[in-house]
């Protein structure tokens, strides 16, 4: 997945960019107080960002609850 992409998907569930590091950036659910290192590079994978959405700032994919 594209860092962009992450970013994004971050801010639509209410993350906000807490400081930025060297290697990582801090993003932080303002909610929760949770927060979450997203690495500073172009392509994340895909099971890390599901990770860190998981973790830190809302769900990741189309639905949040299962239906069965």
Do not use: D
């Not at 930025?20 to 500073?40: D, F, I, M, Y």
């Not at 990770?51 to 830190?56: M, N, S, V």
Request: hydrophobic fraction near 30%; include cysteine.
């Amino acid at each position: 997945m594209k860092r962009e992409g992450l970013l994004r998907h971050l801010r639509r569930y209410g993350c906000v960019l807490r400081r930025e590091g060297k290697e990582h950036t801090l993003w932080e659910n303002p909610q929760t107080g949770h927060a979450e290192a997203v690495p500073r590079h172009s392509e994340i994978a895909n099971l890390l960002a599901k990770k860190i959405c998981r973790r830190g700032c809302g769900y990741f994919g189309t639905t949040a609850h299962s239906t069965g």
